[in-house]
């Protein structure tokens, strides 16, 4: 293995790069890019590598890099793209489709504000509002975990158990653009564990239709199948953990993460990099005999409501901070946690770091302090952490 220090963004390019070289002795790699702040960094490594039976084509939009995506994968190459906010939305028709048509692309998302008023900095809502596409979502908290989520989803998406994309999402700046020291394994391990694609209905010289009109009964089929691969990805999720710490020699996170929760009282439930500051701000309010404890959650899609109800039981005081806000409802984190929670349980919806604020230890001491305060829950909550 080589440790390098590297940007998220250069992370992300260098283990697709790693999983493209491993599939060249099955149907190669592809891969569709276009450029959008603050992703660039990610897809220009990626035109400069020299991959074997790859593919690499610059298109003019969004939109069409998901198409290249979705033809190269149809026929059975391992597929990979990055985009991030407004290019997310103008990808939105054909982001559906790779789900639709079960299509094991894996693309790395850069959490970033959704405009106009244009903004570059971080918010979750740009990949939350395809959380009803199909693919499987994972958040990583820092680059060393993007570089081996980006691994582990070619695994998971290849399963054939599973056959579905996967995003790998990362914080806008706050990853994208910051060096961490990251652990690479060597093109050996990268190819026993990722074996070459088979997919199973790529198309080949056999006359096929792909896309054609579908009556009622045959769209209720197609949605129910999609709707069972995504009941095993959990299980399979599982298998790619084993396979992973077996071949690299480190675990990789689970779906949900669970931190000093033995003995809480408080949870407070966040997504990416806010976890480290939670912790943070966790161990401070410890120290004044606050029990508090926090959950982590690294898998948005499936919802991992199983994992998240046997963490909440007996916790009587959520504090979900959500990164993202829904207009007219709140937090979506929260919006989708809060059925899980004990009866009774106070469970407080707090949007914070909206458009990019540097959310510190301080700012999430409040929202304990306040969550602590609480006799029922209230409406959904602004934190303002910019000014």
């Not at 084509?57 to 998901?66: G, I, K, N, P």
């Not at 998971?156 to 961490?180: G, I, N, W, Y």
């Not at 396979?243 to 993460?257: C, D, H, I, N, Q």
């Amino acid at each position: 293995m080589t440790v390098e220090l590297v940007t998220a963004n250069h992370a992300a390019a260098m283990a697709a790069t790693l999983a493209a070289r491993a599939n060249r002795t099955g149907r190669g790699f592809g891969s569709g890019v276009y450029p959008i702040t603050p992703q660039t960094e990610c897809i220009e490594l990626l035109c400069k590598q020299e991959i074997e039976k790859g593919h690499v084509v610059r298109v003019e939009s969004e939109h069409s890099a998901m198409a290249v995506c979705i033809g190269f994968s149809l026929a059975g190459l391992r597929s990979f793209t990055a985009s991030s906010s407004n290019g997310l939305s103008y990808m939105t028709e054909n982001v559906f489709v790779a789900a639709f048509y079960r299509l094991p692309v894996v693309m790395m998302a850069v959490n970033r504000t959704l405009g106009p008023p244009w903004n570059i900095w971080v918010d979750h809502g740009d990949t939350l509002a395809l959380r009803d596409a199909g693919w499987i979502h994972f958040y990583c908290e820092d680059n060393q975990e993007v570089a081996d989520t980006m691994l582990a989803a070619y695994r998971l998406a290849e399963d054939r158990r599973v056959l579905l994309p996967v995003l790998v999402c990362q914080d806008a700046f706050v990853l994208s653009h910051t060096m961490m020291p990251t652990d690479f394994p060597t093109q050996d391990a990268v190819d026993a564990f990722l074996p070459p694609l088979d997919l199973p209905h790529q198309l080949t010289h056999r006359p096929r239709t792909v896309g054609g009109l579908d009556f009622p009964h045959e769209t209720e089929s197609h949605r129910k199948e999609l709707s069972e691969a995504m009941d095993r990805v959990p299980a399979a999720y599982l298998d790619v953990q084993a396979e992973f710490e077996k071949t690299f020699g480190r675990k990789l996170a689970a779906a949900v993460v669970p931190y000093r929760l033995e003995d809480a009282e408080v949870v407070l439930v966040s997504m990416g990099t806010t976890a480290s500051t939670v912790r943070s701000a966790v161990d401070t309010a410890r120290e004044r005999g606050v029990k508090v404890g926090a959950l982590r959650l690294r898998m948005f899609r499936p919802f991992p409501g199983a994992a998240l109800a046997a963490a909440l039981a007996g916790k009587k005081r959520v504090a979900v901070l959500d990164r993202d806000m829904c207009p007219g409802l709140g937090g979506i984190v929260w919006a989708e946690l809060r059925a899980l929670c004990e009866p009774g349980a106070v469970c407080q919806s707090y949007m914070i770091g909206l458009g990019g604020g540097d959310i510190r230890p301080g700012h999430v001491d409040g929202v304990i302090r306040d969550v602590c305060a609480r006799e029922r829950a209230g409406a959904p909550e602004v934190v303002e952490v910019a000014g």
